[in-house]
């Protein structure tokens, strides 16, 4: 097999007869037996290094915490000396804490898959004779393909019959255009640039039609190999951009309070092996241990009940651009209006019904073999003529440059040329006009009457297209040079109405926060005709030609300001995208065409939809299963939930423990023993994560996703020292009852001290989720059940035999007296300083900047 590998690194050399030969197989493709094989041989055809992470490395990723490492080895090295039970169960805790880190993020991860399953990309194969469609993934090296435009190139392939193909592989070589694809023998010492007989992974078909030989898949291709060496990493979001600054944020906090606590144990002269394991015990506690879990969680649980609502999320960090978008561009077929082309009239170059122009615009639309599409479809369904008896005898397809198809038909007795397209590249075209009594003239004579035509069907809100034909010759197939002295025939009159409920989902996106600018290449009387008919008043359209005239800060300051940009080119939508984020905007853009992917790219937020070419689909984050902006909509208030619940779990989790470990660090200095024993702070951290755990489920106040919202680091940490120093405040109050007047020992002020952590931090969870008074935002059913389970677990624990193994004791009842007075003193100063704290910084939580 591994001869047979090197007799194919140089494919671009073989002929198709070779190649085959090779490959052990045949113009019919492979059959299905032969196919699974070859997946057992060579492997599913991907290019990542692992399909989904193993549940053991999963597993072992838990404790990748320097910290936690850290913890696990001091408590190895004081069972070596001396205590093996409290080693042992801080091993336990730390265990545990990792199971259940391990057990939602697998539970994220494994939702996740399955939902992928459901935007899955396809190509068309032959396979024992026969046009089947398989999953991308199930291609080996042996297939025949079949390819149009739009699709992914899903492997390296030889060229073994092509018409006017012409494929992108920017993604690959860094060409800005598509590069034309023949059949052909090459030399061997051809450079990969100019291997033009041969197609690679990485690229796609932007028009044309070929088939072809998979020659090498996955790893083993050329992109493959790129891609190993170079991971290409997707950019990251402002949300994983934050959670990493969190992250040194917390980090660095940590490093201070391990060395500065450990540092002063030992200048007090207590024992140094458990001044370092307190030390690293409250790095532990400070450290919010499950934040990893809690955001893969809340972000599968979103991106499930975002499933619900036809809206498949391929990339979860995208739901926290998808809640702070604030501009949305999309295309208006399908989302404005309702995405069924109707034939509205074929007229002459009078204006009025010419059945000839039915008739050849059926030939064109009927035959073509390229990229299905609409407007076809309609001129298909609006024809009940007689076929005539004609056959294809050639096709141009359309493509982004000529903006025109041109298929050469031909019965008994006729040969035609039939071109359809943009009137513009038609008139470009034609010398000669057809009138409708069969005359023909010069088109000098009629060509300003025909624009005049024209731009009334298009003030009138139809797209009008325009169609020539040309004698062709039976011996020659029609090519592109023949484009030229054509006649010009007449109109196509095509309309796509708007949906009857989309100005009122206009103005829901407008109640988010949501502009949106619709993109289009339809001409800018058709454009404002659709905005009016949607219920924008004098509507504010740039143009094509005037964006090439524009410098880049002028788009920078219209482009907010604009509602459509007509007789847009493929290559300037990345470019509005582009400049309307530079002005400071998240910015959606929702596209499903061949030439939407480099916008996919760029926007913060590619949405495609499931109907999409698999280029399209390919390039978005997010793929909706219903083309309907109302769907669009319903995902946006998700993912904002999403957010929201993210970043409750951040406030309550750094609030809690800053305040707790800022407690702890103070009490060791005056007291003669450790405030906590580092199992005790270990277990007070596991306790109030665990509730925590439920936040995915909480539910979310409507005023958190009424605007978008963005991460924001200089807020949290505002709210982390507020709530962290009023949390540090009501501790010291607990120490003043425990010393001052219980008169408690070691154990009874560290039992007295945990069970008023543990619920003060539980309890406060109540008041921290909601903007609004907590009594007026009520919890989500398992962060209630979860809450009161620990409050009854740790009001319990003194009294049960595990006490021992913690080292705590029973306490009087009294305590328990000063508890209550305490922790309700404590929310109710939450509540106020909460009130204070959003009326001087006026923001929802993490509202944009």
């Keep these: 097999m591994e001869n047979k590998a090197n007799q194919l690194e140089n494919f671009w050399h073989l002929s198709s007869v070779d190649a085959l030969k090779k490959l052990s197989c045949s113009q019919n493709g492979l059959d299905d037996q032969e196919a699974a094989q070859r997946i057992k041989q060579y492997g599913i055809n991907t290019i990542k290094a692992n399909t989904g992470t193993s549940a053991f490395l999963l597993f072992l990723s838990q404790f990748k915490s320097p910290v936690t490492i850290m913890l696990i080895a001091a408590a190895l090295l004081s069972a070596g000396l001396h205590d093996k039970i409290d080693a042992i169960i801080i091993l336990i805790i730390v265990l545990v804490s990792s199971l259940l880190g ?24 032959l396979r024992g004779g026969k046009k089947k469609e398989i999953t991308i993934e199930e291609i080996v090296p042996g297939d025949i393909i079949i390819l149009s435009a739009g699709d992914v190139i899903p492997g390296d392939c030889l060229l073994l019959t092509s018409q006017e193909l012409f494929v992108d592989e920017a993604a690959f070589t860094g060409e800005t255009f598509p590069v034309e694809k023949n059949c052909a023998v090459l030399p061997v010492d051809t450079v990969l640039a100019k291997r033009n007989n041969a197609l690679f992974m990485g690229s796609h078909v932007t028009s044309g039609k070929a088939t072809a030989l998979v020659i090498k898949t996955g790893k083993e291709t050329e992109f493959g190999k790129i891609s190993t060496g170079l991971q290409q990493k997707a950019p990251e979001t402002d949300f994983e951009r934050g959670i990493r600054k969190f992250g040194y944020m917390l980090m660095q906090i940590t490093l201070l309070l391990v060395f500065v606590i450990f540092a002063i144990n030992v200048f007090l002269h207590k024992p140094v092996l458990d001044s370092f394991l307190f030390s690293l015990a409250l790095a532990v506690g400070l450290t919010p241990q499950l934040l990893p879990a809690i955001i893969s969680v809340n972000l599968s649980t979103g991106a499930r009940r975002m499933a619900k609502l036809k809206v498949i999320v391929k990339r979860l960090s995208s739901i926290e651009n998808f809640g702070s978008m604030n501009i949305l561009c999309s295309d208006k077929t399908g989302t404005i209006t309702e995405g069924k082309v109707n034939l ?103 060509r300003k009457a025909i624009i005049n035509k024209y731009e009334e069907f298009s003030e009138a809100g139809f797209r009008t297209l325009g169609i020539a034909y040309k004698p062709g010759d039976p011996s020659h197939d029609f090519t592109k040079a023949a484009e030229k002295d054509m006649i010009f025939l007449g109109f196509i009159t095509l309309f796509d109405p708007p949906k009857t409920d989309v100005v009122t989902t206009i103005k829901n996106l407008n109640s988010l926060g949501v502009s949106l600018k619709i993109i289009t290449g339809d001409n800018a009387l058709v454009a404002k005709s659709l905005a009016l008919q949607i219920g924008v008043k004098d509507p504010k359209i740039i ?6 005239k524009m410098s880049n800060a002028a788009l920078i300051h219209q482009g907010p300001l604009t509602d459509i940009f007509a007789e847009v080119e493929p290559n300037q939508k990345e470019r509005i995208i582009l400049m309307l984020k530079k002005g400071g905007n998240v910015v959606g853009f929702m596209g ?58 951040i406030f309550m989790a750094t609030s809690a423990n800053f305040g707790n470990m800022f407690s702890m660090a103070g009490a060791s200095l005056f007291l003669p023993f450790l405030p906590l024993l580092p199992k005790q702070i270990l277990l007070t951290n596991l306790l109030t994560d665990f509730p925590e755990m439920a936040i995915a489920t909480d539910s979310v106040d409507n005023i958190n996703i009424q605007s978008p919202q963005r991460w924001d680091l200089g807020f949290i940490k505002r709210f982390m020292i507020l709530f962290g ?109 909460k009130k204070w704290f959003y009326k001087k910084y006026n923001k929802v939580t993490s509202q944009i900047k």
Excluded at 102 to 125: N, R, S, T
Excluded at 783 to 788: F, G, N, Q, W
């Design 592 to 649: 499903d065409g061949i030439n939407d992917a480099p916008a996919l790219h760029t926007a913060d937020v590619g949405i495609s939809v499931n109907t999409a070419v698999d280029v399209a689909k390919e390039a978005a984050d997010i793929v909706l299963l219903s083309q309907d902006l109302n769907v669009l909509t319903d995902g946006i208030i998700e993912g904002r939930k999403t957010f929201t619940n993210t970043m409750k779990y």
């Design 344 to 446: 509205k009239d074929t007229c002459g170059v009078n204006g009025l019904h010419n059945d000839k122009v039915l008739q050849y615009a059926w030939f064109n639309a009927s035959m073509q073999q390229g990229f299905h599409n609409p407007i076809d479809d309609a001129i298909c369904a609006a024809y009940k003529g007689e076929p005539g008896g004609f056959t294809v005898q050639a096709e141009i397809p359309y493509d982004f440059l000529r903006k025109r198809l041109t298929i050469q038909v031909k019965n008994s007795t006729q040969n035609i040329a039939v071109t359809k397209g943009a009137l513009t590249g038609i008139l470009s075209i034609c010398s000669q006009v057809e009138d409708e009594k069969g005359k023909i003239t010069d088109i000098e004579t009629s």
């Design 102 to 125: 391990f057990w939602q993020e697998k539970g994220a991860a494994d939702a996740v898959k399955e939902l992928l399953k459901l935007v899955q990309l396809h190509c068309d194969v």
């Design 543 to 548: 143009t094509g030609a005037e964006l090439q």
């Design 725 to 833: 120093l009023l949390s540090s405040i009501f501790d010291y109050l607990t120490f003043g009852v425990l010393l001052l007047l219980l008169h408690s020992k070691e154990k009874a002020f560290q039992t007295g001290w945990f069970v008023e952590s543990v619920l003060s931090a539980i309890l406060i969870v109540l008041v921290v989720r909601t903007r609004l008074p907590f009594f007026k935002s009520l919890p989500g059913k398992y962060l209630s059940i979860a809450t009161l389970f620990i409050l009854i677990l740790v009001l319990l624990l003194p009294f049960t035999p595990l006490s021992t193994w913690f080292g705590f004791t029973r306490l009087p009842v009294i305590f328990y007296g000063w508890m209550i007075v305490i922790i309700a003193s404590y929310l109710a100063a939450a509540e106020f300083a």
